[in-house]
């Protein structure tokens, strides 16, 4: 039987602490698994340890998979990413990332505030993990906050310029860009929520953390990706299934539980990724303490079904 842990919020909520997915699996609830990357299948450097035999496992046990990721990139990217790092991409139903959601929205503007946005854009991207490119979205890039009808922030490391190069900059210098930017009353569209991502067992600064810092200085921020119902929609729609039948394998309270819970399916709380240090674990697939766990839980006000060391069967 599996240990059950009491979380309390305005509601009773509970949560079960699970050694494998396999526990999962075997049952055959769940027709859709939703998966993050980064924090759960790799550290963006290499698998987790049985990360890749754990997919195998889940797909000839029926799972239909899909990754559902806060990244900047598109999807192509992101299973191109996957398959660099020894992952079967073929696995996969598909990706559905939040860089994805973003250009897709920003060229077909069939919604009525991107429709409003303009075409001239301030773009921060990144320099040493590599620009976005903004082609086929008939975007000006624009160096003067003058000259721009929004923020568009695909990364945390530079500035975009018309020529298609990026300018290194700290992250001071991008959010005195931001202070300019606030002042003129321009929108705020963010590619990657996250405010932080795991990195080789560091943290990095995400576009989220820019998009924090915007609102507080009064800016307009259009959030695409998680924790927004909207990519769990999507991926859920990809596979042609109910809430039901879905799952959420996550890393971050924040972003992947909440979106969970906002998209009312059962989640999976990896605990050795992004809250690692929060919960006092030092080394990969160490066991956090329940009563840790239940105060994040509660800090983040975002709950899962299950809690689990690591990406294991």
């Not at 721009?148 to 020529?163: K, M, R, V, W």
Request: aromatic content about 6%.
């Amino acid at each position: 039987m599996m240990p059950r842990c009491s979380v309390q919020s305005s509601d009773v909520q509970l949560f079960q602490t699970i050694t494998g997915l396999q526990q999962l699996a075997e049952t055959h609830r769940f027709k859709a698994w939703l998966l993050d990357q980064f924090g759960v299948l790799h550290d963006g450097k290499q698998p987790y340890p049985g990360a890749i035999s754990t997919l195998k496992k889940l797909a000839n046990s029926g799972a239909k998979m899909v990754i559902i990721s806060n990244s900047s990139r598109r999807s192509s990217t992101t299973l191109e990413k996957l398959s660099s790092l020894g992952f079967d991409p073929s696995l996969f139903v598909g990706a559905i990332t939040s860089g994805e959601l973003t250009h897709q929205s920003l060229q077909r503007r069939d919604d009525a505030w991107f429709a409003a946005l303009g075409k001239s854009c301030i773009h921060m991207t990144w320099s040493a993990r590599g620009a976005i490119s903004l082609e086929g979205l008939g975007l000006q890039v624009v160096e003067n906050v003058q000259d721009a009808d929004f923020i568009l922030a695909h990364g945390t490391e530079a500035l975009g310029n018309p020529s298609g190069d990026a300018i290194p900059m700290k992250l001071e210098e991008l959010e005195n860009i931001l202070e300019q930017c606030a002042a003129k009353h321009i929108p705020m569209v963010v590619a990657n929520p996250d405010f932080v991502t795991v990195e080789a067992r560091a943290l990095r600064v995400m576009p989220g953390t820019l998009a924090a810092k915007y609102e507080e200085l009064g800016g307009e921020v259009k959030w695409m990706g998680k924790p927004d119902k909207i990519i769990y929609k999507s991926a859920m729609a990809l596979v042609g299934v109910d809430p039901v039948d879905s799952i959420a394998v996550g890393d971050s309270l924040h972003h992947d539980i909440k979106g969970a819970n906002a998209a009312a399916i059962q989640s999976v709380l990896i605990t050795g990724g992004i809250h690692a240090t929060e919960l006092g674990l030092g080394s990969f697939a160490d066991v956090a303490d329940l009563s840790s766990v239940q105060a994040l839980a509660s800090k983040y006000d975002a709950y899962p079904s299950y809690v689990l060391p690591a990406f294991t069967w």
